[in-house]
T-cell receptor, first 116, second 113 residues
Framework: NAGVMQNPRHLVRRRGQEARLRCSPM?????VYWYRQLPEEGLKFMVY????????ESGMPKERFSAEFPKEGPSILRIQQVVRGDSAAYFC??????????????FGAGSRLTVL | EDKVVQSPLSLVVHEGDTVTLNCSYE??????LLWYKQEKKAPTFLFML????IEKKSGRLSSILDKKELFSILNITATQTGDSAIYLC?????????????FGKGTLLTVNP
């Protein structure tokens, strides 16, 4: 039973390029959450998606960042026109249902973006 | 603003030592405190604490929460090199957004043979 799968694990982009990070949730999980970990910082919530719906994007930067979770395929976090400040580890987590009670987020191994 | 502070930020010990990691928090509508272990892969869940004074235990790891003083500790006894990792503390809140965990910066634990 594979866990949350993220790819690529490492991505290098030059300033101005686009970065696409993919997340396949655990089997049977239809809720996906993206977190970002900037250098020397704790993980910070970005966005919560269900299939074909963005539930909460309150943590997403207002520009250049977007996320989707299509009916088929992985969730995608897209960063357009990357800048050096976007260099971070991006973690995806999933859950089988909305987080409640004893449910906890199951995280993937993260995608480490480096912007040159 | 919600805040989670972990200490120390880093710690180096020898195999067999016992370590205590600290996590203090300031958050409105506190629901639970979670500990994760982050190695060079996915952060893995260790404990979720919701009630004061009740110790959670898993092998050599244990944790307890003090909701009056707003902190938690994670103890690791008889440390092994495989315990080397970043230990993350996070809190969740009551309300509609309990998936929005607030994380501390983590404690980097290095266990030397």
């Amino acid at each position: 039973n594979a866990g949350v799968m993220q790819n690529p694990r490492h991505l290098v982009r030059r300033r101005g390029q686009e970065a696409r990070l993919r997340c396949s949730p655990m089997k049977g999980h239809s809720h996906v959450y993206w977190y970002r970990q900037l250098p020397e910082e704790g993980l910070k919530f970005m966005v919560y998606l269900q299939k074909e719906n963005i539930i909460d994007e309150s943590g997403m930067p207002k520009e250049r960042f977007s996320a989707e979770f299509p009916k088929e395929g992985p969730s995608i976090l897209r960063i357009q026109q990357v800048v050096r400040g976007d260099s971070a580890a991006y973690f995806c987590a999933s859950s089988p249902a909305p987080i409640s009670g004893a449910n906890v987020l199951t995280f993937g191994a993260g995608s480490r973006l480096t912007v040159l | 603003e919600d805040k989670v502070v972990q200490s120390p930020l880093s710690l180096v010990v020898h195999e067999g030592d016992t370590v205590t990691l600290n996590c203090s928090y300031e958050v409105t509508n506190f629901r639970s405190l979670l500990w994760y272990k982050q190695e060079k892969k996915a952060p893995t869940f260790l404990f979720m604490l919701t009630s004061s004074g009740i110790e959670k235990k898993s092998g050599r790891l244990s944790s307890i929460l003090d909701k009056k003083e707003l902190f938690s500790i994670l103890n690791i006894t008889a440390t092994q090199t495989g315990d080397s990792a970043i230990y993350l503390c996070a809190v969740s809140k009551w309300g509609g957004s309990n998936y929005k965990l607030t994380f501390g910066k983590g404690t980097l634990l290095t266990v030397n043979p």
